[in-house]
């Protein structure tokens, strides 16, 4: 068989193997991976439950403010009281003292409300807090039972991986680059065999030229309507 051919294959396989690691190492990551999501989630939360609190802050400062100013305008129309001289500046004053006290009952109610608020929001940073340190403790906890399986597999990938550097080393540059280019679409069948003449990778039947073509194995052949690398099974036997 080919030189180039038979090295495609052996190469094609470390690949397939190592394309194989990922998958699994995912599986065992897949409740970590929802453990560290929910933590995204929540930090979050979090971060506008903080923001929401800040709003509020600002807005009770706000009330604060116009309540000392309908205060002190309330002592000064009562100063003002004490020297009327008309039923005129009398009854303008009443009107002016009914206003700032309703203004003095109105922002009284806001603050009070939004101290409630406040408070509400703050119980729910509190109680995101804790379930936050709980996910942590739950992450370290799958991280530490899983760490062992995973090490395996990464120095299992690792040994593969080397296998292969050192495969591909050896081989001529240019089937490689050919190879990685396949590969780049085709990833795990980009080197596939031939079955009852069609192409392993798209299944569709290769003419008679073609097909001998490759039974002489002369060179690196693909599949003339996908661009699969092909190989004859019998072959590597
Ligand atoms: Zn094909």
New binding site residues.
Partial sequence: MNKNLQELIEVSLLDKEIDLMEPKIAQIRKNLTAKETEKEKKEILIADLNEEKNEYAILLTKCEETLAGASSKLEEITKKMTDVKTDKELKALNIEEEIAKEQITFQNSEIQRIEKLIQATEEKIQTSHQELAELDTQIQEIEGAISSEIDEIKKEQAEISKKKSTLVEKMDQKVVVFYEKVRKWAKSTSV?PVYKQA??????RLNDRAYSELLKGDSVST??????I?FVEEMTH
């Fill in positions: 596939v192409c392993g990778g798209c299944f569709i599949c003339p309507h996908c661009g699969r092909l």
